[in-house]
C-alpha cells in the first residue's frame, strides 16, 4: 500500500502559478494510476486531474484544462500538479490519491489518499 505526501501548497496571487508535489512510498508507485482531487470549504471534493501508471494518458476536470498538468517521475515515486493563472476559485485543500484500477475521474476509485496541502488564491 502507497502512502502518498503532497507538499507544494501556499498563498499565491490570482494570474500566479504553483507546483504540488506528491511523494510516494510503501508501494510500488509504478504500478499506480494517480490523481489529484480538491475540495474547496463547504463543498464537496471534486476532481482535478488524473495520469496513468505510464504517464502516457491523461485527464483534467474542464475548469483547469489549459491551465493544469499533471505529470509523474517514476523513478522519484513522485507526482506533481503544476497549476499556472490561478483563479480566487483554485482556491481549496488539494488531495493525492492512488489507484491501481488504472486512470479515473471518480475518487470511490481510489484506494490511497494523502494528507492534502492548502492552496489559497488571493484576488
Known amino acids: 500500500q502507497a502512502q502518498l505526501l503532497e507538499s507544494g501548497g501556499g498563498l499565491v496571487q490570482a494570474g500566479g502559478s504553483l507546483r504540488l508535489s506528491c511523494a510516494a512510498s510503501?508501494?510500488?508507485?509504478?504500478?499506480?494510476?494517480m490523481a489529484w482531487f480538491r475540495q474547496a470549504p463547504g463543498k464537496e471534493r471534486e476532481f482535478v486531474a488524473t495520469i496513468s501508471w505510464s504517464g502516457g494518458l491523461t485527464d483534467y476536470a474542464p475548469s483547469v484544462k489549459g491551465r493544469f498538468t499533471i505529470s509523474r517521475d517514476n523513478a522519484k515515486n513522485t507526482a506533481y500538479l503544476q497549476m499556472n493563472s490561478l483563479k480566487p476559485e483554485d482556491t481549496a485543500d488539494y488531495y493525492c490519491?492512488?489507484?491501481?484500477?488504472?486512470?479515473?475521474?471518480?475518487?470511490?476509485?481510489?484506494?490511497?489518499w494523502g494528507q492534502g496541502t492548502q492552496v489559497i488564491v488571493s484576488s
Open positions: 490519491a492512488a489507484t491501481l484500477r488504472g486512470i479515473s475521474t471518480i475518487a470511490a476509485q481510489y484506494s490511497n
Open positions: 510503501g508501494g510500488i508507485f509504478s504500478r499506480y494510476a
